[in-house]
């Protein structure tokens, strides 16, 4: 079997929304509720190997799955992102998009947002100030 045949997610999730070059579903495991993975149709590793307009189609669908988890769920905020390489966490080798909805109160201290992929280096001080503000 190819690489291609052992995609878990080439295999037939569940699709909340497609458009010709790409599809979103809600991921598996998620970190919140709403969690989705945007993937485009084709078999392609990480983002940089992508065409431009694999990537055009994927970030449209990251438009139409905000208004959907917007109704649905009503975060308060996103954290959007995208694993591109073993040393960046990236997992399973078909190029996929992290959408995260984001809720009040889902953690103490939020600031950093996804700088938190290095925790020690998620918070950090203001010029000219000791220590973050609120």
Known sequence: MSEHQNCILC???EIVIQNELAFAHYDSYPVNTGH???IPHRHV???FQATAEEKA???????????????EHRPDGYNIGVNIGK?????????????????????E??????????PHKQKYPRRGQ???PE
């Open 45 to 47: 590793a990480e983002y």
């Open 36 to 38: 989705c993975l945007i």
């Open 109 to 118: 201290d939020p600031r950093g947002g996804v700088r938190g992929v290095i």
């Open 130 to 132: 000791s220590q973050v």
């Open 11 to 13: 295999g037939e999730p």
């Open 57 to 71: 189609a994927i970030w449209a669908l990251v438009d139409e799955m905000k208004t959907i988890i917007d109704q």
């Open 87 to 107: 040393t960046a966490g990236q997992s399973v080798p078909h190029l996929h998009v992290h959408m995260i909805p984001r809720y009040k109160g889902d953690m």
